[in-house]
């Protein structure tokens, strides 16, 4: 039994605190990752504060999770101590369904066990990465390219992979027009990916205000949403939009800058439902879907590829006794573009 040092809520809203919190006697096929970088995502603020449901408190979030391998089962293969390793959203699926059997583990029929908030097959609470260290079954960790620093690598593991999942499902590439919604922790990652394969890639923020940093990122194009000429100006433009974005827009003023069988990605997950009308999908036969992170596979093909193209995020190392400020930076859109936890102040 490992003891961790973390950080906790007791309940949505509250303060993070100081928690000591045990991790499991590993198993043979289980990874001891000591944690040095943890990023935060808006994920955990809607976890921490119930937006989604009730939490289940006292909880350590936290599925940006970035260390060095420090002691493995007996019958692990693919990882040894020293080894630079990352964990994301999940640490568990049942395996054998058509969905584990694909590598697609985020779709798992029985659901997959969330990094935090979640019950392991122990019956046991699951605790995220705002903390010393984790123990995972090696089929969840990710190997971190020696490439990327580690304190970058972190938001990879949740930003990173939920916006290149879909952007590879998707084929955005050469001769594809992509528009990314929302210039924040999964929009700036977007931005990076989807240039990197390729795409003309144009980003719709709220303002102008971080529009240097959109096209130092590779976008060649940005537009204000809060001016209603970019919805005319940009009618049936893209093949390709990932929305990003936190909260409820107006879905369907995005829905007519798709041009004829293009998509609409969500990744955005605002607890409110969006109000679809099926006259923005009818008239030019496009899609509107919904993408979860990704696979195992998948993330592993994500660094491998970020490793390859020098993507990285762009970050803010804060310590321990900073995340309640980082919540309100979040919330406020104030974030340059990613905060990651030192753990070594927890
Ligand atoms: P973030 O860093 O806060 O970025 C969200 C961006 O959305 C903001 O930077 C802002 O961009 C824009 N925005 C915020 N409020 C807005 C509003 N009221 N109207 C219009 N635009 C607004 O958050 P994140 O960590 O990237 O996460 C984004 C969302 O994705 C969250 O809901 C999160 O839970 C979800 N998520 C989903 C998955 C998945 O698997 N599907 C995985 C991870 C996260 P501008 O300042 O440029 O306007
Ligand atoms: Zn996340
Ligand atoms: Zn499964």
Redesign the pocket.
């Known amino acids: 039994m490992v003891m961790a040092k973390a950080r906790a809520v007791d309940g949505p809203h509250q303060s993070f605190r100081k928690a000591d919190i045990q991790r499991r006697e590993l198993d043979k096929h289980d990874v001891l990752l000591e944690i040095h970088y943890a990023g935060i995502?808006?994920?955990d603020?809607?976890t921490a504060h119930g937006d989604w449901g009730e939490a289940h408190y006292p909880l350590v979030p936290g599925h940006e999770i970035a260390g060095i391998v420090k002691e493995v089962g007996s019958d692990v293969t693919k990882f040894q101590p020293g080894d630079r390793a990352g964990v994301g959203?999940m640490v568990e699926s049942c395996g054998s369904c058509e969905n584990c059997e694909a590598g697609e583990e985020?779709y798992c029929l029985k659901g997959n066990t969330p990094t935090y908030d979640g019950v392991d097959k122990y019956g046991e609470p699951t605790q995220g990465g705002y903390s010393t260290h984790i123990v995972v079954t090696e089929d969840f960790v990710l190997h971190i390219p020696e490439n990327l620093p580690l304190d970058a690598a972190a938001p990879l593991l949740?930003?990173g992979i939920?916006t290149f999942s879909p952007l590879n499902r998707w084929q955005a590439g050469p001769g594809k027009k992509v528009a990314v919604?929302?210039?924040?922790?999964?929009?700036h990652m977007a931005v990076k990916i989807a240039h990197a394969m390729g795409a003309d890639v144009t980003?719709l923020?709220?303002?102008l205000?971080?529009k240097d940093d959109g096209l130092r990122f590779g976008a060649s194009a940005y537009y204000a949403?809060k001016d209603e000429d970019t919805f005319d100006t940009l009618a049936g433009q893209f093949d390709l939009i990932i929305n990003?974005?936190?909260?409820?827009?107006n879905i369907n003023d995005y829905l007519s800058l798709l041009r004829l069988d293009g998509t609409l990605v969500?990744?955005?997950?605002?607890a409110e439902p969006l109000d679809v009308h099926v006259f923005s999908l009818i008239p030019q036969r496009r899609s509107f879907a919904?993408?979860?992170?990704g696979g195992i596979r998948e993330t592993q093909d994500m660094l491998d590829f970020c490793a390859k193209h020098e993507i990285m995020p762009e970050i803010e190392v804060i310590s321990a006794d900073d995340i309640d400020d980082a919540y309100e930076r979040?919330?406020k859109?104030d974030?340059k573009?990613?905060f990651v936890i030192d753990t070594s102040t927890l």
Request: hydrophobic letters at 35%; one cysteine or more.
């Open positions: 995502c808006h994920s603020i809607h959203c985020q949740c930003a939920t919604v929302g210039l924040g922790g999964l929009g980003v923020s709220q303002t205000n971080k949403t990003t974005v936190s909260a409820k827009i969500n990744v955005g997950a605002p919904g993408s979860l992170i979040v919330q859109s974030v573009y990613r």
